[in-house]
């Protein structure tokens, strides 16, 4: 045979033994691995678990849900392949998505518009909520689920000839219960090109299609939740809140984006716990008690529903030790601390009056409101989850489900056998329990599993059913002869269908489901589709949810009067770290700490703050003054010496006596200015100072009566020059006496002509134009514009 052929040969195997033997070359070597192309000889070397419901068809659909939830012990001495045993511990809830998958395939098979004359069956395997588990059964799932890669084997196996009939390969599997699972899948199954829909994963990071090519999902990105709580936490202003988020992708993505939206709102995140699944008791006894120790009233919690399950029981076993350590009737007791006795209030002990804020990982979990702890601790518990849908038939359908009409549905006989303590069929899985007597029915069952109220996860696995229908419909739709140049499309039959085709078909599928819902692909991700539900107690102190509002992709639709919060009533809780500073005051960072917390610092004089939390005062105009709270300004009150009032009275009789005794003094002095007495006493100057006197003694007049802006202008200018030039004179004719006293000492000529006439004139009046440019720039400076 040559190389040729061998390597043709190879090609007729499934893709993953292709891939092993891909591994295999390039970890022996190159000519080891050819050693295994040329003997094809290669067998499976693990058997996946039997926990398997397969159903044959045209087209067959994978499916991986987590219907167990006990993983079997592993024994890995790495001596031998560690043997994947079937997990236990049937759930009741996934087995719900199973039949909801079996259910909508029902309604495509019967549709006579949707797949006319193609079969779609599934092969559903159980991935037990592990990694490991679910890339087993993945692969078994796409490799067909052969025991050998021989060709003719396999040739003869497929055609029906051989012994046993392999199952065929799977062009699309709906699972990936996780992100984490998906992630996985994705990332194994993306070289093979299988298409990987997902029900419930939820992480942003699965829409990066260049890591994730093949990954799709009809449940919202978690970026859609996050912004809503930063909507809630700025719609009712929620400026100090504290989280609670699981440690793994799916907290910490959540809180991430939730500190992004709240970065520049002013609001602040006063803790943040981790819960690790491994160590949950100790880390929710340290979370609760630093939600007890917090002043935080409204706390996030990102975690699954059994870590909050825990949080609550360590919340209420506080509240039950500080109840038995403060037992008073009045509920106030004393402390002794120091040989003093203070008062406490035993509510300062218990944490009673904290609002949680639930992400959809719990905010529907019946065990969680039929929890004891959750009435006592967690009242109004305000939540996101996924939209709520109806599906017509499908409580019919639950309640026919029988398992002698499903002979080969080893979940449906194993969920018979849990419900009513018998077996159903001549084998049991358990040989203890009595055979059935074939009147039990699940019409009056009322568990999870028959609950239809609340579909909503279960709806994700409807969908993603109708979205890979409607893909493969087109798929397998012959081109319109009327379709424009250029359409490459061709007319398959089921049994070529290539994954990879079906994937670029499942990209552009857009259709309306038969609820008139109208359903399409934004890359990996759908259009964000949640319900706002509230946590309320009934008359008989059970808790149920009510339905208070809705969230499309982010606009948010909320009733607010609906609310009841975790006081009982509809009043909004307050979650601040420092109250909203009053009108007057403006904040003021406290050194250290966030800025949530701050202090309010009253407004100086003249100064207004008239919004609460104002960040700084504003001055008031020139006019106006601060009132007494300092909120508002007004007008300011003048306060002057009126001309009625006896002081005034008796300061303008004052004013105009000196007035009328300088003006005769100045009249007396001009009848004689031709006098010897008068010309020696350097007339000029002295009719200057008369002058400048009988101004200031006017001038004072101008400050009695109200106030004017000329007036406020005039006054001080004019009593200013006035005073200088009165002062001047007097400075000038001083110094003349004191030259006149020297002038007979020898040398006095010289002294002498610097006090003639025209010097005394210049001195006084370069004294007053110094006053007079310093009143102007005064003037223009205070009043300026």
Same mark, same amino acid.
């Given at each position: 045979m ?8 190879? +090609? ?6 292709l891939l092993?033997?891909?591994l295999?070359g ?6 080891v691995?050819l050693?295994?192309?040329q003997?094809l000889n290669?067998?499976?070397? %693990?058997?996946?678990s039997?926990?398997?419901v397969?159903?044959?068809g045209?087209?067959?659909?994978g ?16 001596t031998r392949?560690p043997q ?5 511990g049937l ?6 998505y199973? &039949?909801?998958?079996?259910? %909508?395939?029902?309604?495509i ?13 599934y ?11 679910a890339?087993?059964?993945?692969l078994?799932?796409?490799?067909g689920?052969t025991? =050998?890669?021989?060709?003719a084997?396999g040739f ?5 000839i ?8 799977i062009?699309?599997i709906?699972?990936?219960?996780? =992100?984490?699972?998906?992630?996985a ?6 070289p093979?090109s299988?298409?990987?829909v997902?029900?419930? /994963? ?12 093949n990954?799709f ?11 809503a709580?930063v ?5 009712f202003?929620?400026t ?13 993505n ?22 690790q699944?491994?160590?949950?008791v100790s ?17 996030l ?6 870590d909050v399950k ?19 009737p ?9 040989n003093?006795?203070?008062l ?16 959809? %990982? ?8 039929k929890?004891?702890?959750s009435s ?9 989850a996924?939209?709520?849908s ?5 409580d019919?359908y ?7 009409l499903?002979p080969n549905?080893k979940?449906?006989r ?6 009513f303590?018998?077996?159903p ?8 329990l009595?055979?059935?007597?074939g =009147? ?5 069952v ?5 609950d ?8 994700n696995?409807y969908?993603?059913?109708y979205?890979? /229908? ?11 002869i ?10 398959l ?6 994954p990879?085709?079906l994937f670029?078909?499942l990209?552009n599928v857009?259709?309306?489901t ?8 934004q ?5 964000a589709? &949640? ?5 309320q ?6 808790l ?6 809705r969230i ?8 607010e009067s ?14 601040v770290?420092?109250e909203?500073?009053?009108?007057g ?5 406290r050194?250290?700490?966030p800025?949530?917390?701050f202090?309010?610092i009253?407004?100086?004089?003249g100064e ?6 104002a960040?700084?005062?504003d001055r008031?105009?020139?006019?106006f003054?601060?009132n007494?709270e300092r ?5 300011r009150q003048?306060?002057f010496l009126? &001309? ?7 300061l ?12 005769i ?15 020696a006493?350097n007339s ?5 100072l008369l002058?400048s006197l ?6 004072s007049?101008v400050?009695?009566?109200?106030p004017?802006v000329?007036s406020?202008r005039?006054?001080?200018?004019a009593f200013?020059?006035?005073?200088v ?11 003349v006496?004191?030259? /006149?006293?020297? =002038?007979?000492?020898?040398?006095a000529e010289?002294l002498?002509? +610097? ?15 110094v006053?007079?440019?310093l009143q102007?720039?005064s003037?223009?400076l205070? &009043?300026r514009?």
């Amino acid at each position: 045979m040559s190389w040729m052929s061998r390597l043709i040969t190879l +090609w007729t195997c499934s893709a993953p033994s292709l891939l092993l033997v891909g591994l295999v070359g390039r970890q022996l070597g190159l000519g080891v691995g050819l050693q295994v192309v040329q003997t094809l000889n290669c067998s499976r070397w %693990a058997t996946p678990s039997d926990k398997g419901v397969f159903e044959d068809g045209d087209v067959i659909l994978g499916g991986l849900f987590n219907l167990y939830y006990i993983p079997p012990t592993l024994e890995h001495d790495f001596t031998r392949q560690p043997q994947y045993k079937s997990c236990t511990g049937l759930q009741n809830l996934p087995l719900q998505y199973i &039949y909801a998958l079996m259910f %909508a395939l029902d309604e495509i098979n019967h549709s006579p518009t949707l797949l006319p004359g193609v079969k779609l069956s599934y092969f559903i395997r159980d991935s037990c909520a592990f990694p490991t588990w679910a890339l087993q059964a993945a692969l078994s799932l796409v490799s067909g689920d052969t025991p =050998s890669c021989n060709p003719a084997a396999g040739f003869l196996e497929a055609a029906g000839i051989g012994a046993k009939k392999r199952d065929p390969p799977i062009p699309l599997i709906i699972g990936g219960d996780s =992100s984490i699972t998906a992630q996985a899948l994705s990332r194994i199954l993306g070289p093979l090109s299988v298409p990987l829909v997902s029900y419930t /994963a939820s992480c942003p990071c699965l829409s990066d299609r260049r890591e994730y090519s093949n990954f799709f999902r009809t449940m919202a990105s978690d970026i859609y939740q996050a912004r809503a709580f930063v909507q809630l936490a700025l719609k009712f202003n929620w400026t100090w809140v504290g989280a609670v988020i699981a440690n793994n992708d799916y907290g910490l993505n959540l809180l991430k984006i939730f500190q992004e939206g709240i970065q520049e709102a002013g609001v602040c995140l006063a803790f943040v716990e981790t819960l690790q699944r491994e160590s949950i008791v100790s880390d929710t006894k340290r979370a609760a008690l630093t939600i007890q120790a917090s002043t935080v009233k409204v706390i996030l919690v990102f975690t699954w529903y059994t870590d909050v399950k825990e949080l609550f029981v360590q919340l209420a076993n506080i509240n039950v030790r500080n109840k038995d350590m403060w037992n008073v009737p009045n509920k106030e007791t004393y402390r002794q601390e120091k040989n003093f006795l203070v008062l406490v209030s035993c509510n300062y002990f218990k944490v009673t009056d904290r609002q949680f804020i639930a992400s959809e %990982a719990w905010s529907t979990s019946s065990d969680l409101l039929k929890e004891p702890a959750s009435s006592k601790v967690a009242g109004g518990v305000f939540g996101v989850a996924i939209r709520s849908s109806f599906l017509p038939g499908f409580d019919s359908y639950i309640r026919k489900l029988n398992p002698s009409l499903r002979p080969n549905d080893k979940f449906l006989r194993e969920f018979w056998e849990n419900q009513f303590r018998c077996s159903p069929g001549k084998t049991s899985l358990s040989t203890s329990l009595p055979a059935c007597n074939g =009147s039990e029915t699940l019409a009056g069952v009322h568990n999870l599993f028959t609950d239809t109220t609340q579909l909503r996860v279960t709806y994700n696995v409807y969908l993603a059913v109708y979205a890979a /229908a409607h893909a493969l419909h087109t798929l397998f739709s012959c081109p319109d002869i009327n379709s424009p140049p250029g359409n490459s499309s061709t007319c398959l039959v089921p049994n070529q269908i290539s994954p990879s085709e079906l994937f670029q078909h499942l990209s552009n599928v857009k259709f309306t489901t038969p609820q008139g819902e109208l359903f399409y692909f934004q890359g990996a991700d759908t259009t964000a589709k &949640y319900d706002l539900l509230n946590w309320q107690k009934t008359p008989d102190g059970q808790l149920k949810i009510a339905l208070v509002g809705r969230i499309d992709g982010f606009d948010m639709h909320l009733n607010e009067s609906a609310i009841q919060w975790h006081t009982g009533s509809s009043q909004v809780p307050v979650s601040v770290c420092s109250e909203r500073c009053p009108l007057g005051t403006r904040m003021a960072s406290r050194k250290g700490e966030p800025i949530c917390c701050f202090d309010c610092i009253p407004c100086a004089d003249g100064e207004i703050s008239n919004k609460t939390g104002a960040l700084q005062c504003d001055r008031c105009p020139t006019e106006f003054w601060s009132n007494s709270e300092r909120s508002a300004c007004i007008v300011r009150q003048l306060d002057f010496l009126a &001309y009625n009032e006896t002081l005034g009275i008796t300061l303008t009789a004052v004013a105009v006596s000196g007035v009328t005794a300088t003006t005769i003094v100045f009249v007396v002095f001009i009848y004689y200015r031709q006098t010897p007495m008068v010309r020696a006493n350097n007339s000029e100057l002295s009719f200057l100072l008369l002058l400048s006197l009988k101004l200031c003694f006017l001038c004072s007049l101008v400050f009695i009566g109200r106030p004017a802006v000329w007036s406020c202008r005039f006054q001080q200018a004019a009593f200013g020059i006035s005073f200088v030039l009165s002062i001047s004179c007097l400075q000038v004719k001083t110094m003349v006496v004191l030259a /006149a006293f020297r =002038s007979a000492r020898p040398g006095a000529e010289a002294l002498m002509k +610097w006090f003639g006439p025209a010097q005394q004139r210049g001195s006084v009046c370069v004294f007053t134009c110094v006053q007079l440019v310093l009143q102007y720039l005064s003037l223009t400076l205070r &009043y300026r514009g």
